[in-house]
Structure formats: C-alpha cells, structure tokens
C-alpha cells in the first residue's frame, strides 16, 4: 500500500491531480512513463481504491486498510 500511496503522490505532483484508480498510475502516458510498473491487488484479488483526496484503502478479511490512517479498521468499527 505505501508503494501505491507512493505513486498516488507523484502522480498528484506531476499532473495537479489525484489519479482516479489504480489503473491510471499503470497507464503510460504520452511519453512512456507509468508510476507504477504493474497492477498490485490485495491478498484475496481485490483492487485497492484510491479516493478524492488520493488516499488509497483496501478491504481484506473485513478489515479495511487505509493509507491515511494508522491503524486498521473492521467493518463493524466503521458504522
């Protein structure tokens, strides 16, 4: 996740602007750059999301991990 945060935050530099999934810092732009070299997934398969202000966050086993926070939060925590 930070190697994504990571890339979140370049991507926010370069371009003025959060990417809108993890498929846009995989893309490579007009000039061959990509920010990350291939798609990284959860454990279970899952995507990791990355939000308005570009902070990326993923569910596995009901917890969701969250790049912003330092700490893990569980589904039941988070209603």
């Known amino acids: 996740m930070h190697t994504i945060s990571n890339a979140v935050a ?10 809108n999934s993890v498929d846009d810092l995989v ?3 007009s000039s061959g750059k990509a920010y990350l070299q291939s798609k ?3 454990p279970d398969g899952a995507e990791y999301s990355i939000n308005s ?14 790049s912003a926070a330092n700490h893990r ?3 039941a925590e988070s209603s």
Do not use: C, I, Q
């Open 53 to 66: 202000e570009g902070v990326v966050s993923g569910v596995f086993n009901g917890v969701t991990y969250d």
């Open 40 to 42: 990284t997934t959860l």
């Open 27 to 29: 893309k490579k732009d």
């Open 73 to 75: 939060m569980t589904a």
């Open 10 to 19: 370049l991507y926010a530099v370069e371009t003025n602007a959060y990417p």
